[in-house]
Nanobody, 122 residues
Framework: QVQLVESGGGLVQPGGSLRLSCAAS????????TAWYRQAPGKQRELVAT????????NYADSVKGRFTISRDYAKNTVYLQMNSLKPEDTAVYYC???????????????WGQGTRVTVSS
């Protein structure tokens, strides 16, 4: 199975920056879509950003466009989420999620990381 280990979360003041990392147990060439989700306490989990296929096309939630950037490093088997201009409403647990080509047929398929907590002080 695919294992994902997330790191980089922590406490930051509004306007600050963090970079989250998602280290995979296998090559990123094995994945079709890699995504970052987040979930605040008592709220629904929401999709933040995706990066897809050999071309590395990206998509972002409206709430983070212009502030967050998702990227891949194939040599390190790692996916990143660079977060700039952080706001208190960005406070959440952030999760990495990947789907292989064989996972694409079914909604909800794929593999999750354990999550890393981001807190933006008010």
């Amino acid at each position: 199975q695919v294992q994902l280990v997330e790191s980089g979360g922590g406490l930051v003041q509004p306007g600050g920056s963090l970079r989250l990392s998602c280290a995979a147990s296998g090559s990123l060439y094995s994945f079709y879509t890699t995504a970052w989700y987040r979930q605040a306490p008592g709220k629904q989990r929401e999709l933040v950003a995706t990066i897809t296929g050999a071309g590395g096309g990206t998509n972002y939630a409206d709430s983070v466009k212009g502030r967050f950037t998702i990227s891949r490093d194939y040599a390190k088997n790692t996916v990143y989420l660079q977060m700039n201009s952080l706001k208190p409403e960005d406070t959440a647990v952030y999760y990495c999620h990947v789907r292989r080509p064989v996972d694409l047929a079914r909604p909800g398929s794929g593999f999750w990381g354990q999550g890393t907590r981001v807190t933006v002080s008010s």
